[in-house]
């Protein structure tokens, strides 16, 4: 089982930036693939960004590649979301995810959850 809890959303002017965090918990947290994803209102979840579990790999969406990093300290069992030059289209609540299998974008191959914080942009 692996327990995870994001932090660090909020509301911010266009063009700001915020740093997402997920602290997990639980057995072998290390060798666990990782993923953002998000949500808004009246949309699918959609995936973000995705690293694998040594952080050699990163994978984006289009929508926010060159604007976002993800990152991983196995140390502190943590992955952050560097997310720059936000838009308004980037308001939605943020979910970290983790899997045990490739850091793919689908969210269905994601088996533990956090609970999502909440990012608004406004313009």
């Known amino acids: 089982q692996v327990q995870l809890v994001e932090s660090g959303g909020g509301l911010v002017q266009a063009g700001a930036s915020l740093r997402l965090s997920c602290a997990a918990s639980g057995r072998r947290v290390g060798t666990y693939a990782m993923g953002w994803f998000r949500q808004a209102p009246g949309k699918e979840r959609e995936f973000v960004a995705s690293i694998s579990w040594s952080g050699s790999s990163t994978y984006y969406a289009d929508s926010v590649k060159g604007r976002f990093t993800i990152s991983r300290d196995n140390a502190k069992n943590t992955v952050s979301l560097q997310m720059n030059s936000l838009k308004p289209e980037d308001t939605a609540v943020y979910y970290c995810?983790?899997?045990?299998?490739?850091?793919?974008?689908?969210?269905?191959?994601?088996?533990?959850w956090g609970q999502g914080t909440q990012v608004t942009v406004s313009s």
């Open positions: 995810a983790g899997t045990l299998g490739p850091p793919v974008a689908s969210h269905v191959s994601y088996g533990y």
